[in-house]
């Protein structure tokens, strides 16, 4: 069903952009809302949505979540029917250093955006959640319904914080939600200091890579454009509060991950092994047949071909692909 108002809020970030164009090329109508901070050079979320900025169906909007003014303008101006939740403070580490940032950005604003929600009438919620909700549970792969609250880093802990107020917000108005656990999300437009995209930028430098522990910690690496395909597919559920997967289901040794660099750039990474960060965790894998059986959801890009996407990506942003 096209021809909706959708709301995606961080919606010039890097899922947030292929979103946005995902849903302007399937008809829908599209408000994004995006505060272009400085956690890394706003350029580069400019660039991602500028193809997006002459679409007729594309309205940007430029505020924080945490601003309810700025929330309540948008809700009282444009008939919302769908709001996409993935504006975050986003990273395991930063969040170590400045939980109190990560707790303003994550939990108040998505509380704040709840309440708006309140009064809208909405058909549906998504929330976008991480698989790092997880933290330290050693029972794999992880499912939906394991036992949460050991987590191991802020970000993961505001990100069930999230959670919980989707459920509760479901609970006392009605509003059907869905959370969605992203599993280390990769690709064109990725973060630069997320892993694959610095990897990549130190291989092809010739710098040294760093490697965290002796390199056999494992992620389930999901590129960007699966992703999209299971966030695309909860907007069209049925279901009145879900809590759902969305990973490639598949874990990838950190060195491996780094040899697939390596072939892809043509060149040997220069590693260096260091201590392990605070707020890692051994192991991501997620069970993904919840995901199969509600959303029709299947992955389709292995690591190998994702990787050569993300550098043949990266090679185009130099001038050199």
Same mark, same amino acid.
């Given at each position: 069903?096209? +021809?909706? $108002?959708?709301? =995606?809020?961080?919606?010039?970030?890097?899922?947030?952009?292929?979103?946005?164009?995902?849903?302007? !090329?399937?008809?829908?109508?599209?408000?994004?809302?995006? $505060?272009?901070?400085?956690?890394?050079?706003?350029?580069? !979320?400019?660039?991602?949505?500028?193809?997006? #900025?002459?679409?007729? +169906?594309?309205?940007?909007?430029?505020?924080?979540?945490?601003?309810?003014?700025?929330?309540?303008?948008?809700? *009282?101006?444009?008939?919302? +029917?769908?709001?996409?939740?993935?504006?975050?403070?986003?990273?395991?580490?930063?969040? /170590?250093?400045?939980?109190?940032?990560?707790?303003?950005?994550?939990?108040?604003?998505?509380?704040?955006?709840?309440?708006?929600?309140?009064?809208?009438?909405?058909?549906?919620?998504?929330?976008?959640?991480?698989?790092?909700?997880?933290?330290?549970?050693?029972?794999?792969?992880?499912?939906?319904?394991?036992?949460?609250?050991?987590?191991?880093?802020?970000?993961?802990?505001?990100?069930?914080?999230?959670?919980?107020?989707?459920? @509760?917000?479901?609970?006392?108005?009605?509003?059907?939600?869905?959370?969605?656990?992203?599993?280390? =999300?990769?690709?064109?437009?990725?973060?630069?200091?997320?892993?694959?995209?610095?990897?990549?930028?130190? =291989?092809?430098?010739? *710098?040294? /890579?760093?490697?965290?522990?002796?390199?056999?910690?494992?992620?389930?690496?999901?590129?960007?454009?699966?992703?999209?395909?299971?966030?695309?597919?909860?907007?069209?559920?049925?279901?009145?509060?879900?809590?759902?997967?969305?990973?490639?289901?598949?874990?990838?040794?950190?060195?491996?991950?780094?040899?697939?660099?390596?072939?892809?750039?043509?060149?040997?990474?220069?590693? !260096?092994?260091?201590?392990? *960060?605070?707020?890692?965790?051994?192991?991501?894998?997620?069970?993904?047949? !919840?995901?199969?059986? #509600? #959303?029709?959801?299947?992955? @389709? =890009?292995?690591?190998?071909?994702?990787?050569?996407?993300?550098?043949?990506?990266?090679?185009?942003?130099?001038?050199?692909?």
């Amino acid at each position: 069903m096209a +021809d909706r $108002n959708v709301l =995606v809020t961080g919606g010039a970030g890097f899922i947030g952009s292929h979103l946005v164009e995902r849903l302007l !090329k399937a008809g829908e109508k599209v408000i994004c809302l995006d $505060n272009f901070v400085p956690f890394y050079d706003p350029a580069i !979320k400019r660039a991602n949505v500028r193809p997006s #900025l002459s679409h007729p +169906d594309f309205t940007l909007i430029e505020g924080d979540i945490r601003e309810p003014a700025t929330l309540s303008s948008i809700f *009282q101006s444009i008939d919302i +029917d769908i709001v996409v939740h993935l504006a975050a403070m986003a990273g395991v580490r930063p969040s /170590v250093d400045d939980p109190q940032l990560y707790n303003r950005v994550n939990v108040l604003g998505t509380t704040n955006l709840l309440q708006e929600c309140r009064e809208a009438g909405l058909r549906r919620f998504v929330f976008g959640s991480s698989s790092s909700v997880y933290g330290l549970n050693d029972k794999v792969p992880f499912s939906e319904d394991a036992a949460v609250g050991k987590t191991a880093s802020p970000y993961g802990a505001t990100k069930l914080a999230g959670e919980v107020l989707c459920h @509760t917000y479901h609970h006392l108005y009605g509003i059907p939600m869905i959370c969605l656990r992203f599993f280390t =999300v990769y690709g064109p437009r990725q973060r630069p200091e997320m892993a694959i995209h610095k990897f990549i930028r130190l =291989v092809h430098e010739g *710098q040294e /890579v760093p490697v965290f522990g002796d390199g056999t910690s494992r992620r389930d690496y999901t590129y960007v454009d699966d992703i999209v395909d299971g966030i695309m597919s909860a907007m069209d559920c049925e279901c009145q509060f879900e809590i759902v997967n969305l990973g490639r289901s598949e874990t990838v040794p950190l060195l491996e991950m780094i040899h697939f660099i390596e072939t892809s750039l043509e060149k040997k990474a220069e590693t !260096k092994f260091v201590p392990p *960060q605070r707020g890692d965790v051994p192991i991501t894998f997620a069970s993904v047949e !919840k995901a199969r059986s #509600l #959303l029709g959801y299947e992955p @389709t =890009v292995a690591i190998g071909e994702g990787i050569e996407r993300a550098v043949r990506w990266f090679l185009r942003q130099r001038g050199e692909g």
